[in-house]
Each structure stands twice: as C-alpha cells, then as structure tokens.
C-alpha cells in the first residue's frame, strides 16, 4: 500500500469556484481535516470486523458515517436478548434469533449508501483453519472480545508477513477496556503535528537576510515602521548582533535580555505591535534550527528503511540534512504577522521562491523515482514525517522486566492490561469453568506474568475487582467510548494521517482516564 | 427470570422488557465494584427501578452530540427522555449524526431524532421540543433528574447553567440537578492546560460533570476558555494578509455596503458566492493566494471540522457519567475530562476548581478597580470585553439608583446621558454596581474601587 494521490489536486481545483456538489456537502466537516486524499484512502479501504458486538456496531458506525469504501462484518452467533437490548443495531427483540451479522449490516448499511457492505456468516474459527488467505483480502481487521486463542493466532498469522492489514484487538469488560495497534511499520507524511516549521531566522537564507538588512527603518514613516515584519526586524537584529560578537547569538541569560533592550530601543512608539511580535518571537534567534530529535533517530537507523516511495523519501532526507546548513527543506507557508500588505506579500514570496529551490535540491537528492505531488506533500510536511515501528499483539506478556518497568511509572493502565491479560488467560484455560472468573483465579493468572513482589495492591484490585464484577458486559456506554476511540485508530491508519497509538490504549471508565502503555 | 412489567411509562401503558433484555448492564447493576460507595449503591431491584422507571433526563442538543447521547441514554435503560433542539436538519450533519437521512433534511432534529430512537429502542419514551431552551420556565427544568449538554453555543451553555445554579433551594435536594455538559467544538480548557491549542480541531473534546453550587459551575470557567480567531477590523480594512482577511472584508464590510439591509444568510449559497466572488477579487488586487469557496463558506459560518467518531466518545463520556450519577453504581467524574486523538490518544482528568467570585455560583461580588476618569461607556466596555464577565449589552445600577439600562426604549433614552458621566460621581469608593443582561440568567455584582 502507498499514499495515493492521484485523486487529490484535480478534485481540488475543479471544486475550488463553484459551490460543491453534493458528496461534498455530505462530508464537509471532515474534508477540512483529512482533505480530499484522506477522504479518498477511506474510499479505497476494505474494513474486516470481527464479531457483531455492541462496541464492533459502535465502531463501524464511525466509519460508514465518514464513508469507508467496504467493510465485512464476520460472525456465525445469533442475536441474544441481550444483544437487542443493548445494540443499536439490532432491531430491538425482533432481531433475537437472526443472525447476529446479517441484522447488524442490514441496520448499519442504512447510515451511508456510498459505502458496500458484506455480512459474512461463517465462524471465525473456520475461517482461520480452512482459508487464512481471506484476512489478506482486507485493508484493516477489528476484532472485539475475540476468543483469546482465535485472536492470538490471528494475530500471529498477520505478523508472520510485513505487508499484512493492520490489526485492531479490543478487550472490554465493564467499565473497563483496552486496545492495541498492530502493525510492522506504519508511514506518516501528514501527522498534523502542533510543533510549526522553522523560518530560520537562525539561519536566514541570502535573500531573506539581504531584504532585512537593506530596509531603511530611520528613514521610513511613523506607519511604515510600525509595518515592518517581526521576520525583518529578528533577522536583522541578530545579524548585526552576531558581526558584534565573534558571529554567536545571544547565549546566557544576560545576553538574550540585551538582545531585547536592543530590539525595545528600535520602537518609534511604545505600541509598535510589530516590535511586540519580534520581542515575543525573540527566542528564535537563539534557538538553533535543526533537524527535530524523531528525525535523528530515525535516520540513525537506516537499514530498516523500507523500500518504499517513503522510504525513499527519508534516505532523501537525511541526505539533504546532511549538508550545510543542516536542516530540513524551508517551508513555504510564513505565519501571520503584524504588516503591511506589500511587505508581507514580498516576504511571503522570499519564502516561497527559496522553498522552491530547496525542493529542487531535494528531488536532486532522490535515488529512485518518487511521483512528483508526493515530493512536494512530503517536502511540505518534512518536520514532522513519521515512521512508526509497531510490535506484536500479546509481546509485552512475555517480557516480565518491560511490565515491571511500566507497573512503576503508569500504575494503574498497567495494572488493568494484567486484569485483562489474566482474563483472556482464565478464558483459555482448561476445563473451561462456568459462570465468571474469581478474584483468586485472575490473581493467579497475573502472577505468572510478574513476580508477587512487584504487584501494585489498590490498583490490581481496582482493576480485576471490576473485571470479576461485570465480565462478559458491553455496557452500552462504554461500546459507544470504543466505537469513537477505535474508530478514530482506524481513520488514522487508513488515511496515513495523524498519529495513531502505538502499543496499548487502555480505559477506565470509573474513574473516566485513558493512558497508553507503550508495547 | 420472569418478565418484569414496570409502571406505566409516560405514554401511559406499561412496556414489558423482554427477558434479558439488560444482560449486560445488569452486570454492573447488580453488584458494587471495588470503588463503588456501598452506602449509595442500592443494587438490584432499587436501583434498575429507579432507573428505568423514575428517572427523568433531559437532553439539551439533537446535533452531533445529541444524537449519540439519545442512543447511549436508552440502550442504557433511561426510559423517560427528553430533547430540545432548535435547529433543522443540512446535509452537513449526515457524516455523523446517525439517527438523519437525506430525506429529513429542513425537518426539526428534535422531533426526527425522537421518532427514530423510539421506533429503534422499545419502551423509551422521547419527548422533543423545537425550539429554544429560553422558552421554557423554571418549572419545566425543575421535573428532571438530570440534564445533559450537547452544545456547541457558548452563550446556551452560559444560560442553562445559570438556570440550573439558580434552581438550587437548600431546603429542597430534588432542586439539585446535575449538570453534565459535552462539547467538541474548541471552546474548551485545552489551551490554559498547554496542550494542543489549534490544531487538534476535530479530534478534541471534553465532557465535565457540574453540580451546581457545589463543584466548579460553567460561568467559573469562563475566561479559561480557548478564544475563537478574531481578525482586527483595521487589518481587514487596511493590510489584508490572509485569504482569510479578504473573506472578512467581503462578508463584515462590503456586504452591508452593498447590499445595506438584507442580512447575510449563511446557508444561502447565492450569498455564499458574492462574498466568494468579491473577496477573491479583492485577494487578486492585493496577490493572496487561497481564497476558495470551502474557505469562504467556512469563515463566514464560523466552520469547525466535526467528525463522528470524537462526538461518540464525548457522547458516551457524558451518557457515562449520567448513568453513574443516577445508579450511584460508581463514582462520577470530578469533574473535567479531556481527550485529544490527534497524537496517539491523549486524555486529562482533573478537577476544575470553582472560583468565589464567580457571578452565577460564588456569592461573593467582583473587585474592579478602574481609572477616577472612567465613563459609564467605558466601563460597559469593559465589561463587554473582559474574558471573565462577557456581557454583551449590559445594563447597570447600583443598590439605590439606576445607571443605564439597554431596555426599553424609552428607558434607554432617559439613562443614555449617563453614558458620558464618570462613574465615580454616580458610585462612592468601594461601591457596588449590580449588572444584568437579558440574555443571562444571572446577576453580576461589582464592587468598585478607583485608581
């Protein structure tokens, strides 16, 4: 699988003058986040669910809403009276009896036409031991409260092979509940980070740095001056700054306030808002552009890049941050700032022209041939590219120092993850016991996983004392929480776009937290 | 397991749930956790009766909250449920709001949400009303258990919550209603707590349980809020920089220019499409790049990205703390609960605390101190500006005499020469001046001192 643009500027351009058409409208709100290439990964995504649970309806109905192009709902069960009563998609008690599968599709497939639906009526089970092959036919797979051995060899079997769908076990009981995001790798060009590029007023550019230093602020008008951009008035400053002192900026505490008298003497008048924004903005000029720490690491470890048009994208990188002046390729997008319109424009075209050459440079750097849009997406979002690196279902379980470590500093998300590890343990133990799980015997599963000494009292109480309560429940509430948590995993996965949890998500709707627990 | 017959609901017929019907949630109604409070928790036959029986909830939104706070509530067992919306159905709402489809789009979301979750959902009784939630009285909010919030309108939360911190008599525990209030919409405390203040749009919400006077009301936090942009008038006047610049100029400026009296309909397309046109026109004098018609359509209709999957978890957020609160079958929250999906999953719970000087819950009158020189206008302005306070046009007086009132007319006219006085020779030192507006629910003392 790749990052498909094709769809993507055409549609823009063509929908940029008129008022858009219909599926436009439709889905509005969510093309101002994910754009038209995310909208159109949901399209091309085929989701496998597994089991026509509550919080599995709850889940799928977030991403029918938004326009998923297929999902297959798996299950041979019958609706239970307990399934209609706590279901939405469920037909209430004329549902009790059908297949559990075929009512949920029939009910879910009303909330969207866009998106193809198949019921799939055979046990899981089967399905694993006659046809594996079918799990590869899917872009992602959901599973929730699966049979801990099922899910295991699942689980096992996608891992086996790097190019497999992503999967998505849900554990829930109670209030309480866990999921995890497995995956080899998974690239990330548009992570819509919260940290912003540099504009390098560090490391001006010629152009940039001749503009600043050839405006004339003494002679310009009391409206003019108040108009110059903070960018100008920070770059000029430091240069002059720098000539003064051996070519440094300014270090220690002292100096950085100096540097801010210097800027505060420049003011015409005590309300230049300009010059607010510079004294604001003044720590830039001492804090060095280079390339962010995840990037770092990430090239460091170049003989796991995959050979991808990603992967082919950050070996150019990394060659470009290699060269003076170390940084990554400049951005074109300069923020607001206080300024005159002529000005401004100008600035903004500095940026723009010099973010063109330096794309250049970068596409010069590429050793095999990338489409030219995905360059300019990837150039366009270098700070904040990602590669994760995903780990398998159940691997934290078998390493006692990781859990131990973990047990100290996230106490409670830890204690819960044992509370359902020794559950799915208690589910798979033979001879399979009726009614539910003792306190005792989950405490005897967890202490096969950690030493006794280890083990955190108030919150494993807390944690299988709610498990032992309540655990076969899928309380409505809390399949509505996963169906928007889960749901929002898969957007991420399937669009390539933010970040999704990389080990597991674990919640606790008594206390109402979430924490995650790094795999 | 026999099967239950309840009282009559409130249709006045008896609905007999089926047998296991409540499987799983009985699961937790029939035993306490370890952090359940054994003196509250009446497990068993007290609590479901109580549940499903007595309890009366009412849900203020049919939107993108409401819809999934409406399933949540009746597959939880709340069977007397009512909802108030004042909006119609676009098709906008039907990536996520699961209960519309296109062919309810222009009907009343109260009334076509209420039909679907009772034709979905036997037995629960949903009783809409279309309209404003300013309409109704003192009497009508007084009938419910609890009330739950799926806004996405400051000002609406500002009233309910006052309404509701007014409704409180000591002497009577039922005038007590539990607040719980859900939003998606940015408004929320995410910038005071340093964590993802613009970006997260879309994926952020939070979900805070209010027991008024008692815990941190929704005025308390008022001036925590994340701010909405706000573009100056001279920049959009003067020194446009921004695609964004141009839009305001086009739909704040040009239009009532032009078109003087007709107001601008923001889900008229043809509108839509001037304000488009002449800021576009306005962007290529001026070499913007990027104004576009989503662009333009967002800015004038104030736009926030809204998806479905962060409406259920805040909605199932809020539908928890319900179901806590009315089965005391664990703790509720306490009392601010934020999630931000954008970076793994993010999650902040914490007590916001109440602030004395809080105009709906503090009881204690606000200190302002202001200039000797002052005029009544510029206090007025203040008063509008001041993150805190936020009144627009409010009317003052002080314990003995009136100083300016917005309302009536003829009032207005009488008080307006006051607008000019200083307010230091109609208040002494340390002096208080009671400030009312008709759009709140809720009187705000000033104690003034001069400087």
């Known amino acids: 699988m790749g990052f498909d643009i094709s769809h993507d500027i055409n549609a823009e351009t063509a929908t940029t003058h008129v008022q858009p058409d219909t599926k436009t409208r439709r889905y509005d709100r969510q093309l101002r986040l994910w754009a038209s290439m995310g909208q159109s990964a949901l399209e091309s995504a085929r989701i496998l669910v597994i089991g026509a649970s509550a919080t599995a309806t709850s889940i799928l109905k977030n991403l029918v809403l938004p326009g998923i192009g297929h999902f297959t709902l798996l299950d041979h069960a019958l609706v239970s009276p307990g399934d209609a009563g706590n279901n939405f998609f469920f037909d209430g008690p004329t549902s009790i009896g059908r297949n559990r599968s075929e009512e949920a599709v029939r009910l879910l497939a009303e909330l969207n036409d866009n998106v193809h639906a198949t019921a799939d009526t055979r046990d899981v089970a089967d399905v694993l031991a006659s046809d594996p092959s079918y799990f590869f036919g899917f872009s992602l797979i959901i599973t929730h409260n699966l049979a801990p051995v099922l899910l295991t060899r699942l689980a096992d079997l996608l891992w086996r092979n790097s190019s497999s769908p992503p999967l998505i076990p849900v554990r829930s009981a109670g209030f309480l509940a866990e999921i995890f995001v497995q995956f080899h790798t998974h690239e990330i060009i548009e992570s819509h980070t919260e940290t912003a590029p540099s ?283 996963l169906g928007g948590i889960v749901a929002q995993e898969a957007i991420k996965m399937i669009t390539r776009q933010y970040v999704p949890v990389n080990g597991y998500c674990v919640i606790d709707l008594v206390d109402t937290w979430t924490g995650v627990l790094p795999s | 397991m026999a099967t239950a017959a309840g009282p009559p609901t409130a249709n006045g017929f008896h609905y007999a749930d089926w047998e296991d019907r409540y499987y799983h949630v009985d699961q937790v109604l029939d035993r306490p956790g370890p952090r359940t409070d054994p003196d509250s928790f009446m497990a068993g036959a007290a609590v479901k009766n109580f549940l499903r029986d007595k309890c009366k909830i009412l849900v203020i939104g049919a939107g993108g909250l409401g819809c999934e706070i409406l399933a949540n509530l009746a597959l939880s067992g709340f069977k007397d449920i009512h909802v108030i919306d004042m909006d119609t159905i676009d098709i906008s709402n039907l990536n996520r709001q699961f209960l519309f489809r296109p062919k309810d789009v222009g009907q009343p979301k109260a009334t076509i949400a209420a039909e679907y979750i009772m034709k979905r959902v036997p037995g629960v009784t949903v009783t809409p009303y279309y309209g404003k939630i300013q309409d109704k009285d003192d ?237 009544v206008e510029r206090l007025i302005e203040m008063l509008v500006e001041r993150q805190d306070i936020q009144i627009k046009k409010p009317s003052l007086s002080t314990p003995t005499k009136h100083i300016y009132f917005q309302a009536p007319p003829q009032l207005e006219t009488a008080m307006r020469p006051n607008l000019e006085k200083k307010v230091s020779e109609l208040v002494p030192e340390g002096g208080d001046v009671i400030v009312t507006a008709s759009t709140l629910p809720f009187n705000l003392s000033l104690r003034i001192t001069y400087t």
């Open chain 1, 199 to 481: 504009i390098r007023i560090d490391k001006p550019f010629p152009a940039l740095l001749q503009a600043a230093q050839a405006l004339e602020f003494d002679s310009m008008d009391t409206t003019d001056h108040g108009h110059i951009p903070y960018v100008y008035i920070l770059v000029r400053a430091l240069d002059d700054w720098k000539a003064a002192h051996n070519g440094l900026p300014p270090q220690t505490h002292a100096e950085k306030q100096e540097f801010k008298s210097i800027l505060n003497a420049q003011r015409r008048t005590s309300d230049e808002e300009n010059f607010d924004e510079a004294l604001a903005q003044a720590y830039r000029a001492w804090t060095p552009t280079v390339v962010p720490p995840h990037l770092v690491e990430l090239f460091a470890d170049t003989a796991t890049m995959p050979p991808t048009p990603f992967g082919h994208l950050l070996i150019a990188l990394r060659s470009f941050s290699e060269r003076p002046p170390h940084v990554l390729p400049l951005n074109a997008t300069l923020p607001d700032m206080k300024s005159d319109t002529e000005s401004y424009v100008h600035l903004q075209n500095l940026y723009r022209t010099q973010a063109g050459e330096e794309r250049e440079q970068f596409r010069s750097l590429l050793r095999a041939p990338v489409d030219s849009e995905l360059v300019d997406l990837f150039v366009k979002n270098a700070h904040g590219v990602q590669l994760l690196k995903g780990a398998r279902y159940g691997a934290l379980d078998a390493l006692p120092e990781k859990l131990v470590m973990h047990l100290n500093s996230l106490t409670r998300e830890t204690a819960t993850h044992l509370a359902f590890s020794a559950l799915d343990a208690w589910r798979s133990s033979p001879p399979r016991q009726t009614g539910g799980p003792t306190e005792r015997e989950l405490r005897d599963h967890v202490v096969t996983l950690i030493p006794r000494t280890e083990l955190n009292e108030k919150e494993l109480s807390d944690a299988i004392g709610e498990i032992v309560r309540a655990p076969t429940a899928d309380l409505p509430n809390v399949a509505a929480f």
């Open chain 2, 139 to 375: 009497d009508y909010y007084m009938q419910f258990n609890l009330v739950i919030c799926g806004l996405d309108s400051v000002e609406a939360r500002r009233w309910i919550n006052a309404t509701l911190v007014n409704l409180v008599d000591r002497e009577n525990p039922e005038s007590l209603k539990p607040l719980i209030d859900g939003g998606t919409e940015g408004r929320d405390l995410s910038f005071r707590y340093h964590v993802a203040p613009h970006r997260s749009e879309g994926f952020k919400g939070q979900a805070r349980v209010i027991l008024p006077t008692i815990t941190s009301c929704y005025e308390c936090s008022l001036d925590m809020l994340n701010k909405p942009t706000v573009f100056p008038i001279c920049t959009i006047a003067n020194t446009p920089r921004l695609p964004e610049h141009c839009i305001e100029w086009a739909s704040v400026l040009e239009w009532p220019r032009v078109k003087g009296e007709t107001k601008l309909d923001t889900d008229d397309p043809d509108h839509i499409q001037w304000v488009y046109d002449v800021a576009l026109k306005r962007a290529e004098e001026f070499k913007i790049e990027g104004v576009t018609w989503s662009l333009t359509h967002g800015v004038v209709k104030n736009i926030i990205p809204a998806i479905a999957s962060t409406n259920a978890i805040i909605a199932a957020s809020c539908c928890n703390e319900a179901f806590k609160i009315a089965t005391s079958s664990a703790a509720c929250l306490n009392n601010y609960f934020m999630l931000i999906g954008t970076d793994s999953v993010y999650s902040y719970t914490f007590e916001h605390e109440k602030r004395d000087d809080c105009p709906v819950c503090g009881g204690e009158s606000l200190e302002i101190s202001i200039p000797e020189s002052w005029t």
